[in-house]
């Protein structure tokens, strides 16, 4: 089964807003990492997020991990319609890194 | 240019048939990946390989064959295609899942089976 859940499952906002989305796994991760898809492409690595660490920015984005909820979070700040986009979140277990639904963002100009 | 490469990205055959979608990397990463995705949904683990000559089954590997016998080349193979294995086939690589290294991805091959 998957190991994590990305939540909510559909977000839609408008331009300069905040959007959280939310990811929660099932079993004690190495690592969670979040990346973006964009439609019809791969998906591109935004931020990592280690097992001992609580929180990481990088830009517009901030990532918060709570291994005893064992679940994680994405903030964008400030977005943007180049914003638009799945979002998923990988935990990593051993060798493996398994991936939740996703969550689609869509932000409105 | 370097990278990770799929081919074919896309590719209609027919149900029984087999089916290899080739990846390719530069890197000389020690980890490869292969993902489907379904249409609307996330991505599901088929096979992953730690080294070349070692691969190991992920969440859903019924109906597929991975070989590694080169660093760079982590092919996929579909036995006997069937109209559930639809899908859009991911490959991509990392140096280490589990010290954190970034897993690159291609863009994917799309395969229909009719």
């Known amino acids: 089964s998957q190991q994590g859940e990305e939540d909510p499952q559909a977000l839609s906002i408008q331009e300069g807003e905040n959007a959280t989305m939310n990811c929660s796994y099932k079993t004690s991760i190495n690592n969670l990492q979040w990346y973006r898809q964009n439609s019809g492409r791969g998906l591109v690595h935004l931020i990592l997020?280690?097992?001992?660490?609580r929180e990481k920015h990088s830009g517009r984005l901030r990532v918060t991990l709570d291994t005893s909820k064992k679940s994680s979070s994405l903030l964008i700040t400030a977005s943007r319609a180049a914003d638009t986009a799945s979002y998923f979140c990988g935990c990593a277990v051993g060798s493996r890194l398994t991936f939740g639904e996703g969550t689609q963002l869509t932000v409105n100009p | 240019d370097a990278g990770i490469t799929q081919s074919p990205r896309y590719k209609i055959t027919e149900t029984g048939r087999q089916v290899t979608l080739m990846c390719h990397q530069t890197?000389?990463?020690?980890?490869m990946f292969w993902y489907r995705q379904d249409l609307g949904h996330g991505l599901r683990l088929i096979y992953y390989s730690a080294a070349a000559d070692i691969t190991d089954k992920g969440e859903v590997p019924d109906g597929y064959v991975v070989s590694r016998s080169k660093t760079e080349n982590f092919p996929l193979t579909l036995e006997s295609a069937t109209r559930s294995q639809t899908s859009v086939y991911f490959c991509?690589?990392?140096?280490?899942?589990?010290?954190?290294?970034?897993?690159?991805f291609g863009e994917g091959s799309w395969l229909t089976v009719v």
């Open positions: 997020i280690r097992s001992n660490e």
């Open positions: 991509a690589s990392s140096e280490s899942i589990y010290s954190g290294n970034t897993i690159y």
């Open positions: 890197w000389s990463h020690s980890y």
